[in-house]
């Protein structure tokens, strides 16, 4: 039976009084994903954005485990923005700040990635479940911003269903792209193939492919050789 996206709050899953949200898929993945990201960031400090953290709960747990890391959370969401505010007034870690409102189909994200109140140059970006359930043009601004804002030796980690080579890995992945489909025509899941189109137009390259649970993956993009760090967007807010 096809599977049906459902925002977050509205699946039948508890909402607390404070606004704080729970992801299923949170309690499934967090620990292999985690297990990904703590071999790049080991021994690392830096600003780390989650491009598109949902409920705010993936965060507050890599937040915990890497506390020399800072992590600026994200969404445009207004009730995942609550849930991820929520998060962190919960857990009251130092290392989290105000989640940004960023909307992935603009290349400059957010103007606090330029005007001095954001983050500095990026020591990684995250994002998960993301870009098979949004118009490809948030794909696009997702690794626009990642080749303008990343540090020379900075990694774009994608979490998610893909395909290879215009397959699916999984009939459970056919089905579900299926289902992404019937809901909204200019979502479903992206070929690597095509992602390393737009890393290549960033100034990236795809430098590992990491077979996670339930037939998802981890995509980590780095720069490619030759390629410098090109902030267009100066720091005074000027495009």
């Known amino acids: 039976m096809a599977e049906y996206v ?28 985690w297990s990904v990201l703590q071999t790049f960031l080991a ?57 940004l409102r960023i909307d ?5 994200w957010c103007p606090q990635m330029h005007d001095g109140s954001g983050p500095a140059e990026l020591t990684a970006v995250f994002c998960a479940n993301v870009i098979h359930i949004a118009p490809w043009r948030v794909a696009e601004g997702l690794f626009a911003g990642a080749g303008r804002y990343l540090g020379a030796d ?7 269903p893909f395909k290879r080579g215009g397959k699916h890995t999984a009939m459970s992945n056919a089905v579900f792209d299926t289902s ?14 095509d992602l390393e189109k737009l890393a290549a137009g960033a100034g990236l390259v795809l430098v590992e492919t990491v077979p996670m649970p339930a037939n998802n993956m981890i995509l980590a ?15 005074d807010g000027s495009a």
């Open 154 to 160: 900075g990694r774009l980690f994608l979490y998610g």
């Open 43 to 99: 021994g690392k400090s830096g600003d780390v954005v989650e491009a598109g953290s949902g409920t705010g709960q993936h965060v507050v747990h890599f937040a915990r485990h890497a506390p020399d890391i800072t992590w600026w959370p994200s969404d445009l969401n207004e009730s995942h923005l609550r849930s991820i505010e929520a998060w962190r007034a919960y857990v009251a870690l130092p290392n989290i700040r105000p989640p």
């Open 6 to 33: 459902v925002e977050f709050g509205k699946d039948g899953r508890p909402v607390e009084p404070d606004g704080r949200l729970d992801a299923a898929a949170f309690h499934r993945n967090h620990a292999p994903i």
């Open 180 to 193: 992404l489909r019937e809901q909204d025509a200019e979502w479903g899941v992206r070929d690597i193939a």
């Open 221 to 235: 993009f780095a720069r490619s050789a030759g390629s410098s760090v090109n902030n267009s967007i100066e720091r």
């Open 104 to 108: 992935l189909s603009d290349p400059a």
